[in-house]
T-cell receptor, first 116, second 112 residues
Framework: AQKITQTQPGMFVQEKEAVTLDCTYDTSDPSYGLFWYKQPSSGEMIFLIYQGSYDQQNATEGRYSLNFQKARKSANLVISASQLGDSAMYFC?????????????FGQGTTLQVKP | DAGITQSPRHKVTETGTPVTLRCHQT?????MYWYRQDPGHGLRLIHYSYGVKDTDKGEVSDGYSVSRSKTEDFLLTLESATSSQTSVYFCAISGTYDQPQHFGDGTRLSIL
């Protein structure tokens, strides 16, 4: 069965430093997608970045990058030059392409606090 | 931002009453999803739709039903609300099944 694990319930980072949020996954489907979402204290879910299982390069979107290690089944989110506005909960999610449904399985989330 | 509107945004009701949450989109997207968010569980899929009148169950569908009579509207109904259904409910949409999902702002539902 597919599963997403985020082992860090909470993390702190100093402003302007980089931080890595861990995500490991389990699936038997050879074709899948991995996502990261941000949920600020205001509650909305914001899509950040996507990585496909067959993508050769790690995905990047501005200050966000996804460190994809397929053999280790990990898809860590790296935020460079942290800002106070990055304080939020972050969710890793996975979709199995073969299901043709788009259903997402989410991890439990990591709360990130950026210190000034 | 994706045009997704959830209503109501907040609701308090009593055990045993029916409740309907509405998700309205202006993107003409085919896929729509209902998730619930609870502490310690992340988001879990309740039901989803892959077209008008085409719906299917997610991992936590017991006690919920859905309907989609128009592309733009996806309704989630709790036929007889229970306290265990107190949660934050999110609607999400995507144009195809392999595109990222974009979420509405959520509905906070409290069942007393």
């Amino acid at each position: 069965a597919q599963k997403i694990t985020q082992t860090q319930p909470g993390m702190f980072v100093q402003e302007k430093e980089a931080v890595t949020l861990d995500c490991t996954y389990d699936t038997s489907d050879p074709s899948y997608g991995l996502f990261w979402y941000k949920q600020p204290s205001s509650g909305e879910m914001i899509f950040l970045i996507y990585q496909g299982s067959y993508d050769q390069q790690n995905a990047t979107e501005g200050r966000y990058s996804l460190n994809f290690q397929k053999a280790r089944k990990s898809a860590n989110l790296v935020i460079s030059a942290s800002q106070l506005g990055d304080s939020a909960m972050y969710f890793c999610a996975m979709r199995e392409i073969s299901s043709n449904t788009g259903k997402l399985i989410f991890g439990q989330g990591t709360t990130l606090q950026v210190k000034p | 931002d994706a045009g997704i509107t959830q209503s109501p945004r907040h609701k308090v009701t009593e055990t045993g009453t029916p409740v309907t949450l509405r998700c309205h989109q202006t993107e003409n997207h085919r896929y729509m999803y209902w998730y619930r968010q609870d502490p310690g569980h992340g988001l879990r899929l309740i039901h989803y739709s892959y077209g008008v009148k085409d719906t299917d169950k997610g991992e936590v569908s017991d006690g919920y039903s859905v309907s989609r009579s128009k592309t733009e509207d996806f309704l989630l109904t709790l036929e007889s609300a229970t306290s265990s259904q107190t949660s934050v409910y999110f609607c999400a949409i995507s144009g195809t099944y392999d595109q990222p999902q974009h979420f509405g702002d959520g509905t906070r539902l409290s069942i007393l």
